[in-house]
Antibody, heavy 120, light 106 residues
Framework: QVQLVESGGGLVKPGGSLRLSCAAS????????MSWIRQAPGKGLEWISY????????YYAGSVKGRFTISRDSAKNSLYLQMNDLRAEDTAVYYC?????????????WGQGTLVTVSS | DIQMTQSPSSLSASVGDRVTITCRAS??????LNWYQHKPGKAPKLLIY???SLRSGVPSRFSGSGSGTDFTLTISSLQPEDFATYYC?????????FGQGTKVEI
């Protein structure tokens, strides 16, 4: 069974940085596009970024563009999200998710999420 | 950006009820529409992809229909494990967007 496990969340002050990780297992990691999706408290789901299997292509939602960077390391079967200049509105549970196929933008497996709290 | 609007935002139902949730896109997404189930503290689960294709392993009481801008998720006979929040998501263009969710409760 595909497994995705996020880590790296925590409490950070406004303007601070945090790096999230997602450890993938039980599938050929480099074959799949991956995304980060978040859910703010009491709110719905918000897609924020995706990256191609090779890592050569990435895309960001406007709300995080210029502040967040998605990356991956196929040798470590890991996905990352570097978050800089964090704001209160970035407080959310962050999920990594696997694309169902090649760039289908359909998410067939998700992790259980890691909580990021931005507060002074 | 394509806006996705679900209705209702919440509903109360009983075990055995037929439940219908609708999702409307602000512009055509053809059949690039997915449905997810989300329970608190759990990973969201893909139920339906490409508007009407049932994901392998998902019970057949779940079905999806629609194309263009109007879509429906139907649960034919609600089971206790179906109480959750359901989201639609368009996979037609970036930024990928979700509906605001429909909470199905007792």
């Amino acid at each position: 069974q595909v497994q995705l496990v996020e880590s790296g969340g925590g409490l950070v002050k406004p303007g601070g940085s945090l790096r999230l990780s997602c450890a993938a297992s039980r599938f050929i990691f480099s074959d799949y596009y991956m995304s980060w999706i978040r859910q703010a408290p009491g709110k719905g789901l918000e897609w924020i970024s995706y990256i191609s299997g090779s890592g050569s292509t990435s895309y960001y939602a406007g709300s995080v563009k210029g502040r967040f960077t998605i990356s991956r390391d196929s040798a470590k079967n890991s996905l990352y999200l570097q978050m800089n200049d964090l704001r209160a509105e970035d407080t959310a549970v962050y999920y990594c998710a696997r694309d169902y196929g090649t760039n289908t933008w359909t998410f067939d497996y998700w992790g259980q999420g890691t909580l990021v709290t931005v507060s002074s | 950006d394509i806006q996705m609007t679900q209705s209702p935002s919440s509903l109360s139902a009983s075990v055995g009820d037929r439940v219908t949730i609708t999702c409307r896109a602000s512009q055509s997404v053809n059949s690039y529409l997915n449905w997810y189930q989300h329970k608190p503290g759990k990973a969201p689960k893909l139920l339906i992809y490409a508007a009407s294709s049932l994901r392998s392993g998902v019970p057949s009481r779940f079905s999806g229909s629609g194309s263009g801008t109007d879509f429906t998720l139907t649960i034919s006979s609600l089971q206790p494990e179906d109480f959750a929040t359901y989201y639609c998501q368009q996979s037609y263009s970036t930024p990928l967007t979700f509906g605001q969710g429909t909470k199905v409760e007792i």
